[in-house]
């Protein structure tokens, strides 16, 4: 069995300048007397997802969910360990990225396309496609600063399934937006699943996970805590977030 | 590198579709729009050419002209490291969220300053020819000129926009020291003035060490590769003896090598650090 995305004991540590970050006075100031707090967002992490599986991936805020998909979508480079990516990523990370509001959508859909890494020639014939996706035909030709919050990001979400991954990461962006634009969310990434197209989703919303995923990974304080089924691992965690057993977890949420 | 270089050929529509958007972008919702980058030089050269000549009574012929020609790639070094600074801070939201060749941002700055610059050289041409300045062969190595300051300039962003991320100090130092480099450089004087104030013993050296300075050498090609030497006539008189020494095109060639090498060190530099921008901001 081919997999797609294969991460090997992978070790992610960013460093916290406490006070006056980014200036030379800090520096000269760190550099005398302090270290930086370190912050282990993830302490060993072994993943696996076959080639046309649907991962979720869920746990507490400050888990290390969002800086997992962050190396597998290459904007973090790993502190130790092995990431292998087989195939095009692309990352469902922020919809919109690089918009400008004083550009119109059509401007905007160039550029953003382009951040994503398609090329401009193919952006072309695809620009009827994403306006008429994003439900924006009247308001392409205005700049974006007119537009609502909703409109941006469908917008943004219309371009970014533009790219046609091997591997798409999503995450939590289907949690905004109007039931039928999340509606519209969904079948597109059914759309994907059934194209055989690995997807690797962080979600908070666990009926979600339970529909979307074949696997799912609860990731706790850097760490896999459990693995399986998207059924019994979003039971399990259900269980574990009753209130009450949050306390021993209380000092580490800051 | 090659693999670096070889990546952001891959996103070179990034990069054109980024300095699209600066160029859009920067006079938007302004009603004179690009002509403020026309104004911006006109103005300052104006003034300057004011307080030299009527109130410092420094009686140079054809100052404006002189002045012009060096106030240009100035200008274009001025504004592209200022800029610099925010190349890459200001793109933070994208940072954190995509995976794009980082260069790309303060590549894609330096090249919209670039155009900038050479549409007021254009308009620079239009004005030489308008008040009959003699078309010279040298002319024709103005592509070259512009090469060898984007490299150095280019070189210099990399260093600014990455250490930026780090130390937000760096692009006050930046206005400082470009504040003085203003005065450093041979733009509102002649090149043969600081020759002429040098001790005659050492005059040689030291003026050699001066053009090794890349932007020393640069400002000075552009004024005695695009202007006829400057001479006075006989009938004026000026406060002092100035004779226009011949250009040096070794110093030239010098400068070019200098300004690769910034360039790659530079992006050498920047590439070491650029996956830590993320981690930063």
Redesign the interface.
């Given at each position: 069995m081919e997999y797609s995305v294969e991460i090997q004991d992978v070790k992610k540590t960013?460093?916290l300048w406490h006070g006056q970050a980014?200036?030379?006075?800090s520096?000269m100031l760190t550099f005398c007397s302090r270290k930086p707090e370190e912050l282990q967002a993830l302490k060993g992490v072994n993943i696996s997802v076959r080639q046309g599986e649907t991962l979720a991936v869920i746990g507490k805020n400050g888990s290390g969910k969002s800086t997992m998909l962050?190396i597998i979508?290459?904007?973090?480079?790993p502190t130790s360990g092995n990431v292998i990516v087989r195939g095009r990523?692309s990352?469902l990370?922020?919809l919109g990225?690089?918009f400008?509001p004083?550009?119109t959508g059509i401007?905007n859909i160039?550029?953003n396309g382009?951040?994503?890494?398609?090329?401009?020639r193919d952006m072309k014939g695809k620009i009827d496609e994403i306006v008429q996706f994003a439900e924006l035909e009247k308001f392409i030709d205005a700049p974006i600063k007119t537009y609502s919050k909703g409109m941006v990001m469908r917008l943004g979400f219309s371009v970014a399934v533009q790219v046609d991954p091997d591997v798409l990461l999503v995450d939590e962006v289907l949690a905004v937006g109007d039931e039928s634009f999340q509606s519209k969310c969904y079948s597109k990434i059914e759309e994907f699943q059934k194209l055989g197209k690995t997807i690797i989703f962080v979600s908070h919303d666990l009926p979600a996970v339970r529909r979307v995923a074949s696997r799912t990974i609860w990731l706790d304080q850097g760490l896999v805590h459990m693995e399986g089924s998207a059924d019994s691992v979003v039971d399990a965690y259900t269980i574990d977030a009753v209130p009450g057993k949050e306390d021993k977890d209380a000092g580490e949420a800051n | 590198m090659l693999k670096e270089l070889s990546e952001l050929y891959k996103y070179r529509d990034l990069l054109t579709q980024l300095v699209v958007r600066d160029l859009k972008v920067r006079y938007k919702n302004s009603v004179l729009g690009f002509l403020w980058s026309l104004i911006n030089p006109l103005v300052q050269v104006a003034t300057i050419t004011l307080v030299v000549k009527y109130i410092m009574r420094v009686e140079i012929p054809n100052y404006s002209a002189y002045l012009l020609v060096a106030y240009l790639p100035w200008m274009f070094f001025q504004m592209s490291l200022m800029d610099a600074s925010q190349a890459v801070l200001k793109h933070h939201d994208m940072l954190k969220k995509v995976y794009f060749p980082r260069e790309v941002l303060p590549l894609s700055m330096v090249i919209a300053n670039l155009i900038h610059f050479l549409l007021a050289v254009a308009v620079f041409f239009v004005y030489l020819l308008v008040i009959g300045t003699p078309i010279v062969a040298t002319w024709l190595l103005l592509p070259v000129l512009i090469l060898i300051e984007f490299l150095l300039i280019t070189g210099l962003a990399f260093f600014i926009s990455c250490l930026n991320v780090f130390y937000e100090d760096i692009k006050y130092i930046v206005s400082v020291l470009l504040n003085i480099l203003f005065y450093l450089t041979p733009v509102i004087y002649l090149s043969e003035m600081i020759y002429t104030k040098l001790p005659a013993a050492t005059r040689n050296i030291f003026f050699s060490l001066y053009q090794l300075v890349p932007l020393n050498t640069i400002v000075i090609a552009f004024r005695k590769l695009l202007l006829p030497p400057y001479s006075v006539p006989p009938h004026v008189k000026t406060a002092f003896e100035l004779k226009d020494l011949p250009f040096n095109y070794e110093f030239l060639a010098i400068t070019g090598v200098i300004s690769l090498v910034i360039a790659i060190l530079g992006y050498a530099y920047f590439n070491a650090r650029k996956w830590s921008f993320a981690e930063q901001i």
């Open positions: 960013f460093k980014g200036s030379l006075k520096m962050g979508g290459r904007i973090y480079k990523v990352a990370l922020e990225a690089g400008h004083e550009l401007e160039y550029l382009t951040i994503l890494g398609i090329r401009t | -």
